[in-house]
């Protein structure tokens, strides 16, 4: 009985923490001290509740811009060490591709800002 008990215990904690485990994006205003309006996109990999996080270094990143239309091919970077990749762009409707993670996100830029990333890894 003892042993079933930790058992369901464990299970429920096992629940618990994937329930929590999906990823997320944040959006945050910047300040800069530069001409123009500054976009960081930042990528974190979450491996999950007991795997820790880690910033993701050289993945392709690609920002498309709305035109009215559609969204077009603006420009690409690479993350830096840091997991940041940095684009310097005008307020706009725009959409940024992690290519290595086939992840995209939709949003509309009104100042500098960063994007936080958050990639649930173990989540498929």
Do not use: C
């Not at 974190?44 to 559609?70: C, H, K, R």
């Not at 060490?81 to 762009?89: D, I, K, L, P, Q």
């Amino acid at each position: 009985l003892g042993l079933l008990v930790v058992v369901l215990v464990i299970t429920a904690i096992g629940v618990f923490a994937a329930s929590s485990y999906r990823t997320t994006v944040s959006v945050t205003p910047m300040t800069t001290a530069s001409n123009g309006d500054i976009l960081k996109v930042k990528v974190i990999m979450n491996y999950g509740p007991f795997g820790g996080q880690s910033p993701l270094e050289g993945s392709d990143v690609w920002l498309y811009s709305y035109n009215g239309t559609a969204y077009v091919f603006h420009e690409m970077n690479f993350t830096a060490s840091n997991g940041v990749a940095t684009f310097h762009v005008p307020p706009g409707k725009y959409k940024v591709l992690i290519t290595d993670l086939h992840y995209s996100y939709v949003f509309t830029m009104s100042g500098s800002e960063q994007i936080t990333v958050n990639y649930a890894y173990l989540y498929r």
